[in-house]
């Protein structure tokens, strides 16, 4: 089953009931939903003269003379984030493309819809692709957006029938469910083909403060220069595969003219709960200012270094296999898993690691026993039981902990409670904060943002996209980030006399450190429901 990053409200029994024998009939009439046919794909590419824009001589002026590099400014803070996103929509001049696995409907994905509405209205080209896992009931927002003129929608394998909520359209596909299990994962922004932002985050409330319940603590780094290019043709090479839909061919026309879809638009993304975020004060953890301050002062200050990136075929999504070489598409040289087991194999000295969801699997376990015999330290944090919003994929962890943890790992999990206490992050105030970014530091000087989890999903199912960026300036700043982390917001776990898992809280001044003998911050009905499922489970799917 898919990872499902939203949390659903309690539903009474009866309605179940109904969405049961919803589900029984569907199954009986599945035959009958299929994607659409002879789709009118009208193709397009990354423009070519980014450079001759004001963000393009920008650039241009900012980087150092001799060999191209690429410029990076890590984004560590959420409103930071949000920020620079709206900033460089707001100062685009020729296009901008966007590709997010999730664009919720909720302030924060209609407030970034809204800001690209208003750059194509100043006549630049916007393409939004988004994967359709969790655009349930969303036809309306994205078709009424699609009108404007500038603008094209498209989804990634999408569901074709019952899109009007999650469990209609599992239902119709349910005799598809090894199509539609499989997501594009990728996050990437990327404003006139000549400065982006990529990294962990989709666009939703809780990936920017703005939820009420929890919360993620994740990393995104603004991107400019050399590799831009090649993020807007791995862009471009998802934008014109068979395996996206155009707006247009999923959802039936409603007989309303371009202009009362405009208005639609209008009323669907304006209102009491608008979001209007203020421009972030000071400078972030790293120290850099919010990004407007410094594009108002015709300055962009950033590390410059060299840079390789990567996405997974869009193929793999669908099971599909390298034909050229008869290579799983996971082990294809170009694809993010390679890449990634390539550096962290090539580990000399130290690696640190984050990622929200950490079942390392047969191969994972392959580089740990390597980069250990070769005498590397290794250092992951991941989410706690607490933490996590996917308990089924803890129940895959878990398997593993005790065996990294002999191998001589140092692992972390993140602890909900501390990260509410710590500012360093953000005010999460009672909401829980969670692990969501997925990021390497390799010998304190190649360092990896991207999509890619380390579990069996991103690596077998969903696409996913990643940039190297081989700076030391970058991976110390990466290493203070995941040390604060470690610091501030989690436990530490070892091996008690008995072998038994055990989780240190370390406790301040002179007072010892508190040893916690089971999974913390939770309750026993929390525990219990993984030992009921634990064997039910099959590492494959999570």
């Excluded at 999990?413 to 692990?435: C, D, N």
């Amino acid at each position: 089953m898919p990872k499902l990053h939203r949390r659903t409200a309690y539903q009474p029994h009866v309605r179940w009931l109904a969405w049961l024998l919803l589900g029984i009939a569907a199954l009986f009439m599945a035959g009958c939903a299929g994607l659409p046919s002879e789709v009118q794909r009208k193709p397009s590419t990354a423009i070519s003269d980014g450079a001759d824009t004001r963000l393009g001589r920008l650039v241009k002026a900012s980087a150092p003379p001799g060999e191209p590099l690429s410029g990076f400014r890590l984004l560590p803070m959420p409103q930071f984030s949000l920020h620079a996103r709206i900033e460089l929509a707001r100062r685009a001049q020729r296009s901008i493309d966007v590709q997010y696995y999730l664009v919720q409907n909720d302030e924060t994905g209609r407030y970034l819809l809204r800001a690209l509405r208003d750059a194509a209205d100043r006549g630049v080209r916007v393409r939004l692709l988004v994967d359709d896992l969790y655009t349930a009931g969303a036809d309306p927002l994205f078709s009424s957006f699609a009108s404007h003129p500038n603008v094209e929608v498209r989804f990634f394998n999408p569901f074709p029938a019952g899109r009007e909520r999650f469990g209609t359209r599992w239902a119709w596909s349910i005799l598809d469910f090894d199509r539609v299990h499989r997501r594009m994962h990728n996050k990437l922004y990327v404003v006139d083909n000549t400065i982006g932002v990529m990294g962990g985050r989709n666009m939703a409330n809780e990936y920017f403060l703005r939820d009420g319940g929890s919360n993620f603590i994740d990393i995104d780094t603004l991107v400019a220069g050399e590799v831009v290019p090649r993020l807007s043709s791995l862009f471009d090479m998802y934008w014109n595969s068979p395996y996206v839909y155009p707006i247009e061919s999923l959802v039936p026309p409603t007989g309303e003219t371009r202009q009362q879809l405009r208005e639609r638009f209008d009323r669907l993304t304006t209102g009491p709960e608008e979001l209007h975020p203020e421009v972030p004060g000071s400078t972030d953890l790293l120290g850099n200012n919010p990004l407007a301050k410094d594009l108002d002062a015709g300055e962009l200050k950033l590390v410059w270094a060299r840079a390789e990136a990567y996405a997974d075929p869009p193929a793999k999504a669908l099971g599909q296999t390298d034909e050229a070489r008869g290579l799983p598409a996971d082990e294809s040289k170009d694809s993010v898993l390679y890449n990634v087991r390539r550096y962290l194999r090539g580990a000399e000295n130290e690696i640190m690691q984050t990622t929200p969801y950490l079942i390392p699997g047969r191969g994972g376990m392959e580089t740990i026993r390597l980069v250990r015999g070769n005498g590397v330290s290794y250092t992951i944090v991941t989410n706690s039981l607490a933490a996590t919003d996917e308990s089924l994929v803890h129940i895959g962890y878990r398997r593993y902990r005790a065996e990294m943890l002999r191998l001589g790992v140092e692992l972390y999990e993140l602890s909900p409670k501390r990260v509410e206490q710590t500012r360093r992050f953000g005010m999460y105030g009672s909401a829980s904060g969670r692990l969501h970014g997925k990021s390497a530091v390799v010998d304190r000087k190649i360092v990896f943002i991207g999509s890619m989890n380390f579990d069996p999903r991103s690596m077998l199912h969903n696409t996913e996209v990643g940039i190297f960026i081989f700076s030391p300036q970058i991976a110390q700043q990466l290493t203070s980030l995941i040390g604060f982390i470690r610091l501030d917001g989690a436990y530490q776990l070892q091996l008690g006399p008995k072998g038994a898992i055990e989780w240190v809280s370390p406790a301040s001044g002179d007072a010892a450190d508190t040893i916690l003998h089971q999974e913390p911050e939770t309750d026993f009905w929390s525990r219990w429901k993984l030992e009921l499922l634990a064997p039910l489970v099959p590492e494959s799917l999570l």
